[in-house]
């Protein structure tokens, strides 16, 4: 199994300001995901990061409010943007398991915009 | 058109069976069936993926029929540690890159 650490586990951020999320796992793995799960909601997929290559990202997702970077096989970075209250969420970062369709997941940052 | 549908909430007893079922007429044919355990204030952990019949680990048991149009989790004696929203999710395998797509799920209350 994989372990992933992220960066930070909650922050309360003022709207207007940008927010850096780091996610570190413990072994190399060639795609990581980030999903974003807004209060008492079910997870959303963000974006799919490859390194070496831009993210793609989902429809209603954009670059611009959601960069991501992945500049080694172990870790990647999720900024989000010009924080609004309505980005107030659960932010995670997940890998590829062993299984065809497992996946692991941080624990996810918690962000509250006020 | 939602993938997978399932009921929002169920409530059962410590020492119980729960079993959730998940109704999922448009599953392709190279998807697997996949169901997550999320605890508050934590990722969702995988718990048991089955593509027909029967499938049985350590934590719990699916059930597929033969048209794989639904699919029932069972988790045998919950306990109160059990209390978790459970997702059930169809997804292709590997090749496509393990994009999962997340449901409503179903909250899974223990009471002692």
Known sequence: ?114 | LAKTTQPISMDSYEGQEVNITCSHNNIATNDYITWYQQFPSQGPRFIIQGYKTKVTNEVASLFIPADRKSSTLSLPRVSLSDTAVYYCLVAPRRAAGNKLTFGGGTRVLVKP
Do not use: H
């Open chain 1, 1 to 114: 199994s994989a372990v992933i650490s992220q960066k930070p586990s909650r922050d309360i951020c003022q709207r207007g300001t940008s927010l850096t999320i780091q996610c570190q796992v413990d072994s190399q793995v060639t795609m990581m995901f980030w999903y974003r799960q807004q209060p008492g909601q079910s997870l959303t997929l963000i974006a799919t990061a490859n390194q070496g290559s831009e993210a793609t990202y989902e429809s209603g997702f954009v670059i611009d409010k959601f960069p991501i970077s992945r500049p080694n096989l172990t870790f990647s970075t999720l900024t989000v943007s010009n924080m609004s209250p309505e980005d107030s969420s659960i932010y995670l970062c997940s890998v590829e398991g062993q299984v065809d369709t497992e996946a692991f997941f941080g624990q996810g940052t918690r962000l509250t915009v006020v």
